[in-house]
């Protein structure tokens, strides 16, 4: 039955991209008139109200009810670094709205260019050119900026989608200067299941499952700690937890 999930697969992602082509025009409306005229933060905590709403019908609407735990470990007003793990295109539209409150994720300069989800892709985004060091040297300071206006800033520590055997890839060091640099608390966010929707090496293809993103308690810099120290605890408590799901 190898053929009939692959054929499958093909046209739930053609279904897919559908709804999320429906949605995302009529969510268009009130963010064009709501979001997009305020100022920030208003901007982003507004944007962030219609994500989640947006997102809770597109998600059934797949058959990917999202389910979110550890939201308690937000406190109110406190500003949080959020790292996550990254398996599959469809972490971003998850992570964003889980999250509690305003809140910007670093995200690929490139993907701003596609019509009318450009838009709505910054609204949301600190965006970077990877290929840039000045554009990534700029990203830093941006999202200086959005953790000073009291937002979360979401950042995706391997870079690039995990397509190996391995919980996770080796962690990039940005997220960790930004939480020494900053005295931030750092909020580990741990996606599952998104690979079984869009496992690695498949092109156009989507198959429905259930998605969990699990929010363990906060990592606090310590006065000792150094990027690798930082890094490398909050390396091993992620994949603590992914290891302790199978």
């Known amino acids: 039955m190898n053929w009939f999930k692959e054929v499958f697969g093909r046209i739930w992602a053609a279904w897919a991209m559908l709804l999320f082509t429906v949605t995302m025009l009529i969510f268009l409306i009130p963010v064009i008139l709501f979001c997009l005229p305020a100022a920030e933060p208003k901007r982003t905590q507004r944007f962030v109200l219609y994500a989640r709403a947006w997102m809770a019908i597109f998600l059934p609407g797949i058959g990917c009810p999202l389910t979110v735990r550890g939201k308690q470990h ?9 790292i996550c793990n990254h398996n599959a295109l469809m972490d971003v539209p998850i992570s964003s709205p889980a999250i509690p409150g305003g809140n910007k994720t670093i995200a690929k300069a490139e993907m701003a260019k596609v ?3 450009g838009m709505i892709y910054k609204l949301g985004s600190v965006l970077v050119d990877r290929k840039s060091d000045k554009s990534r040297k700029e990203s830093f300071a941006k999202m200086k900026a959005v953790l000073d206006m009291g937002l979360h800033m979401c950042i995706y520590p391997e870079g690039t989608r995990n397509t190996s055997s391995e919980p996770l890839k080796p962690f990039h060091d940005g997220a960790f200067r930004l939480a020494i640099d900053t005295r931030k608390a750092i909020i580990p966010g741990v996606i599952f299941n998104t690979r079984k929707v869009n496992p690695p090496h498949k092109t156009f293809y989507l198959i429905p499952h259930p998605l969990r993103i699990q929010f363990l308690e906060p990592i606090e810099v310590l006065d000792t ?3 690798e120290t930082l890094k490398a605890r909050a390396f091993e408590r992620m994949k603590e937890e992914i290891e302790g799901e199978k």
Not at 75 to 81: C, D, E, M, V
């Open 74 to 82: 937000f406190k109110k007003g406190t500003p949080y670094i959020v």
């Open 115 to 117: 019509p009318v989800f």
């Open 225 to 227: 700690d150094t990027c």
